[in-house]
Every structure is written in structure tokens, then in C-alpha cells.
């Protein structure tokens, strides 16, 4: 089965109101069914730049639109804050929104503690979880290691982004007693730091993977 996202280019954010929405929502399902070869997209995930520019709750009734058509299966949406996850999906009903992407692990919690885990146990969404290891970080491969200079690894953006993950945390210190733990915990169950951080995040995600 086949996973698409539709993400409007920023730049025409401003422009994408009722009407325009509508002819570029359906140009690039079009597109995407023509490239695949499919007359039907399983899935197709969401994402909006700017909450402020254009009507994403527009764009998003347009691919509903398209579902009722039998164009696309299922819908779901990328990196949306609870608030906004919840408007789309009162604008949706009763059509279900399928799946929510969305970072997730034990250095950002975020879905658990702002509600979103709740919310889509209550209106059976499954979370899609990206970042669960941290880019590599949360593994045996970075205990008792230096804080990795950022400078020095422009051209890793994972590592990059990461780092600034764990920065938000706590710190590299924090960071550290979080890894002794998760080995602690690993030996045992005679298994790698990073499965325990991975089963952290899967069991809290209500059966999201």
C-alpha cells in the first residue's frame, strides 16, 4: 500500500482559499494517481506550513471531497498540534481521520502531555511516530559520549535536529542519566538500550507504530 503526502508549496499558502483550494488539492491527487499508476490514493497524509496563511481547514474538506469521490482511501494528517488536530477532525465527521504523524519519544512527550494520545484513542486515530530513537541518539552508541559539536556536523541534519531535541529536554547531562537508565533497565531484559526506548514510545501511543 502505498503512503502519499500532500504539502502545499509555502509560497502559495497565501492564495489557497475555497475555490483555489479545490483546483490545486485536486491537480495533485491527479498528479500522484497518474505517477503511481493508481486510480485510488490508500493514503494520503496532510501537512500545512503556516497556520496563519490560507485555510488548511479548506484544503482538508477538499480532500474529503476527493475520499467521497473514491479518489483517495484514507486520510491523515503530519505534524498538527492537538487544537488543530481536533478542528479538522470536528470539520471531517463524520468521515474519520485515519492516522496522525507526529514526533514522539521519550526526549519529546509532547502527545502525551497536551492530549493527543487522549484525543485519538476517543476518535479511533492511530499515531504514526517518527523519532522514536532520536535519529540514533537513543541507543548504546552515545552513552558516556561527548556532546557532538553541531558545528562541526552542518551536513547531518538528522544529528542537528536531534541534538536540539535533547538540548529542549534538559541537556546533554540529563540526556546522559536518561541513557544510563534505559541500559540499566536493557540488561536486564539482556537486550539494546534502544528497544527499551522504542517500547516506550509504541506502548504510550495507543497502538500507533
Same mark, same amino acid.
Given at each position: 500500500?502505498?503512503?502519499?503526502? *500532500?504539502?502545499?508549496?509555502?509560497?502559495?499558502?497565501?492564495?489557497?482559499?475555497?475555490?483555489?483550494?479545490?483546483?490545486?488539492?485536486?491537480?495533485?491527487?491527479?498528479?500522484?494517481?497518474?505517477?503511481?499508476?493508481?486510480?485510488?490514493?490508500?493514503?494520503?497524509?496532510?501537512?500545512?506550513?503556516?497556520y496563519e496563511q490560507g485555510s488548511y481547514v479548506?484544503?482538508?474538506?477538499? !480532500?474529503?471531497?476527493?475520499?467521497?469521490?473514491?479518489?483517495?482511501?484514507?486520510?491523515?494528517?503530519t505534524n498538527f498540534s492537538t487544537a488543530r #488536530? &481536533?478542528?479538522? #477532525?470536528?470539520?471531517? =465527521?463524520?468521515?474519520?481521520? @485515519?492516522?496522525?504523524q507526529v514526533q514522539y519519544s521519550l526526549l519529546? &512527550?509532547?502527545?502525551?502531555?497536551?492530549?493527543?494520545?487522549?484525543?485519538?484513542?476517543? $476518535?479511533?486515530? $492511530?499515531?504514526?511516530?517518527?523519532?522514536?530513537? @532520536?535519529?540514533?541518539?537513543?541507543?548504546?552508541?552515545? !552513552?558516556?559520549?561527548?556532546?557532538?559539536?553541531?558545528?562541526?556536523?552542518?551536513?547531518?541534519?538528522?544529528?542537528?535536529?536531534? =541534538?536540539?531535541?535533547? @538540548?529542549?529536554?534538559?541537556?546533554? /547531562?540529563? *540526556?546522559?542519566? !536518561?541513557?544510563?537508565?534505559?541500559?540499566?533497565?536493557?540488561? $536486564?531484559?539482556?537486550?539494546?538500550?534502544?528497544?527499551?526506548?522504542?517500547? =516506550?514510545? @509504541? /506502548?504510550?501511543?495507543?497502538?500507533?507504530?
Amino acid at each position: 500500500r502505498v503512503h502519499t503526502k *500532500f504539502v502545499p508549496d509555502k509560497r502559495l499558502l497565501p492564495v489557497l482559499y475555497r475555490s483555489s483550494n479545490q483546483r490545486h488539492v485536486r491537480a495533485v491527487v491527479r498528479r500522484s494517481l497518474n505517477r503511481l499508476g493508481l486510480a485510488s490514493l490508500p493514503l494520503v497524509q496532510f501537512h500545512w506550513w503556516d497556520y496563519e496563511q490560507g485555510s488548511y481547514v479548506d484544503a482538508m474538506l477538499q !480532500l474529503k471531497q476527493l475520499k467521497e469521490e473514491g479518489l483517495v482511501q484514507h486520510l491523515g494528517i503530519t505534524n498538527f498540534s492537538t487544537a488543530r #488536530m &481536533r478542528e479538522l #477532525m470536528d470539520a471531517l =465527521a463524520p468521515t474519520p481521520l @485515519a492516522v496522525a504523524q507526529v514526533q514522539y519519544s521519550l526526549l519529546d &512527550r509532547r502527545p502525551e502531555t497536551d492530549g493527543m494520545i487522549n484525543l485519538c484513542l476517543e $476518535r479511533g486515530t $492511530r499515531l504514526v511516530c517518527y523519532g522514536v530513537l @532520536a535519529g540514533g541518539f537513543l541507543s548504546d552508541s552515545w !552513552l558516556g559520549k561527548e556532546d557532538p559539536d553541531l558545528h562541526a556536523a552542518q551536513e547531518n541534519r538528522s544529528l542537528t535536529k536531534y =541534538a536540539l531535541v535533547i @538540548a529542549e529536554f534538559g541537556g546533554w /547531562g540529563r *540526556f546522559q542519566r !536518561l541513557l544510563r537508565t534505559l541500559r540499566t533497565i536493557a540488561d $536486564r531484559h539482556s537486550g539494546p538500550a534502544a528497544a527499551g526506548a522504542g517500547d =516506550a514510545g @509504541a /506502548g504510550n501511543a495507543g497502538g500507533g507504530s
